[in-house]
Antibody, heavy 120, light 107 residues
Framework: QVQLVQSGTEIKKPGASVKVSCKAS????????LHWLRQAPGQGLEWMGW????????NYAQKFEGRVTMSRDTSITTAYMELNRLKSDDTAVYYC?????????????WGQGALVSVSS | DIQMTQSPSSVSASVGDRVTITCRAS??????LVWYQQKPGKAPKLLIYGASNLQSGVPSRFSGSGSGTDFTLSISSLQPEDFGTYYCQQANSFPYTFGQGTNLEIK
């Protein structure tokens, strides 16, 4: 069965960086784009960007350009999202999610979420 | 960015009721509209994509309609397990954006 398993809770200070992993299994890793989204406490969902696991190509929301890097390691079917220069309002649950297709950007499988808490 | 506005923000309904949630886009998005259900502490669950296509495994009491700027999610006969927060998402253009959510409570 398809699974996306994310790394655990991270507690960071302002200005630090965080790298969240997303281990995919149960399907061909290179076939589906992986997207990263986040949800601040009690808030809605925010899309951050995607990575094409086949090529490594990425596309980031302008809000995060220059601060986010998405990467993957195909040998271990794992995607990563690194966010730099963390601020307190980056505190959120970060999700990886698989899109149905490159064209149909609907997320059919999600990771369990990784809480990133930023506080001095 | 395309703004997505859901209404109502919250709704309380009884088992067996029909519930309708609306989502309006700030500009036309054709049928590139997705609906999710989220329960507390869990990741969202895909319900409908392409405005009206039911995701595999989702009960047929859920349905979606609309195109352009106005969309609806309907639950024909509310069940106890349908509580949660419902989000719409536009899949038309970057950055993909979500509505603010509709909290559905079972009376």
């Amino acid at each position: 069965q398809v699974q996306l398993v994310q790394s655990g809770t991270e507690i960071k200070k302002p200005g630090a960086s965080v790298k969240v992993s997303c281990k995919a299994s149960g399907y061909t890793f290179s076939t589906y784009f992986l997207h990263w989204l986040r949800q601040a406490p009690g808030q809605g969902l925010e899309w951050m960007g995607w990575i094409n696991p086949n090529s490594g190509d990425t596309n980031y929301a302008q809000k995060f350009e220059g601060r986010v890097t998405m990467s993957r390691d195909t040998s271990i079917t794992t995607a990563y999202m690194e966010l730099n220069r963390l601020k307190s309002d980056d505190t959120a649950v970060y999700y990886c999610a698989r899109a149905i297709t490159m064209i149909v950007v609907a997320f059919d499988y999600w990771g369990q979420g990784a809480l990133v808490s930023v506080s001095s | 960015d395309i703004q997505m506005t859901q209404s109502p923000s919250s709704v309380s309904a009884s088992v067996g009721d029909r519930v309708t949630i609306t989502c309006r886009a700030s500009q036309g998005i054709s049928s590139w509209l997705v609906w999710y259900q989220q329960k507390p502490g869990k990741a969202p669950k895909l319900l409908i994509y392409g405005a009206s296509n039911l995701q595999s495994g989702v009960p047929s009491r859920f349905s979606g309609s609309g195109s352009g700027t106005d969309f609806t999610l309907s639950i024909s006969s509310l069940q106890p397990e349908d509580f949660g927060t419902y989000y719409c998402q536009q899949a038309n253009s970057f950055p993909y954006t979500f509505g603010q959510g509709t909290n559905l409570e079972i009376k």
